[in-house]
Antibody
Framework: QVQLVQSGAEVKKPGASVKVSCKASGYTFSNYDINWLRQATGQGLEWMGWMNPTTGNSVYAQKFQGRVTITRDTSISTAYMELSGLKSEDTAVYYC??????????????????WGQGTLVTVPS | SYELSQPPSMSVSPGQTASLTCSGDELGAKYSCWYQHKPGQSPVLVIYQDNKRPSGIPERFSGFNSGNTATLIIRATQAMDEADYYCQAWDSGTVLFGGGTKLTVL
């Protein structure tokens, strides 16, 4: 079965960077985008960006451009999300998720059919 | 920029039907999907392409999307359905989420 296993919780100082990993199994890693999303305490889900594991190309949400980098190591079916310039507002649970695209009837949908277990990143103020 | 709006909370009695709404300008002209998110767990896709259920999702979950509103319907609601529910769509090259609705079963 599809599994996405993330690295453990992190505590970082303001201004530092954090790098979270996401190891995929149960499917061909290169066949699906890997996405990163987050949820701050008491807030909703927020999409950060995605990466095509085959090409390594990434697209980032405007809010995170310049601060987030998504990379991968195809030899170990693992994706990484690095967020720099951490602020207390970046304290959140970060999820990786497998992206699935659908185009029918001239309509496009992109959705997430499998999620990692989440990684808590804490940035004390 | 495009936005999706959800009521922050709603409650339903066990065995009754819950209808959760998600509003956006001409949302019916886009595909929508829904996620169930319980505390301490990862989100779970419950509806995609407006009304399709992934494998393993009970038939009690259904959806439709028309006009400016997408709706997630949960029939014969059970205590285990208590969770946050998020709608999601795609617009102009970006993923969008609604703010989520906290469903209480009591």
């Amino acid at each position: 079965q599809v599994q996405l296993v993330q690295s453990g919780a992190e505590v970082k100082k303001p201004g530092a960077s954090v790098k979270v990993s996401c190891k995929a199994s149960g499917y061909t890693f290169s066949n699906y985008d890997i996405n990163w999303l987050r949820q701050a305490t008491g807030q909703g889900l927020e999409w950060m960006g995605w990466m095509n594991p085959t090409t390594g190309n990434s697209v980032y949400a405007q809010k995170f451009q310049g601060r987030v980098t998504i990379t991968r190591d195809t030899s170990i079916s693992t994706a990484y999300m690095e967020l720099s310039g951490l602020k207390s507002e970046d304290t959140a649970v970060y999820y990786c998720a497998r992206g699935h695209s659908l185009y029918t009837n001239n309509l496009y949908l992109y959705y997430f059919d499998s999620w990692g277990q989440g990684t808590l990143v804490t940035v004390p103020s | 920029s495009y936005e999706l709006s959800q009521p922050p909370s709603m409650s339903v009695s066990p065995g009754q039907t819950a209808s959760l709404t998600c509003s956006g300008d001409e949302l019916g002209a886009k595909y929508s999907c829904w996620y169930q998110h319980k505390p301490g767990q990862s989100p779970v896709l419950v509806i995609y392409q407006d009304n399709k259920r992934p494998s393993g999702i009970p038939e009690r979950f259904s959806g439709f999307n028309s006009g400016n509103t997408a709706t997630l319907i949960i029939r014969a609601t059970q205590a285990m359905d208590e969770a946050d529910y998020y709608c999601q769509a795609w617009d102009s090259g970006t993923v969008l989420f609604g703010g989520g609705t906290k469903l209480t079963v009591l």
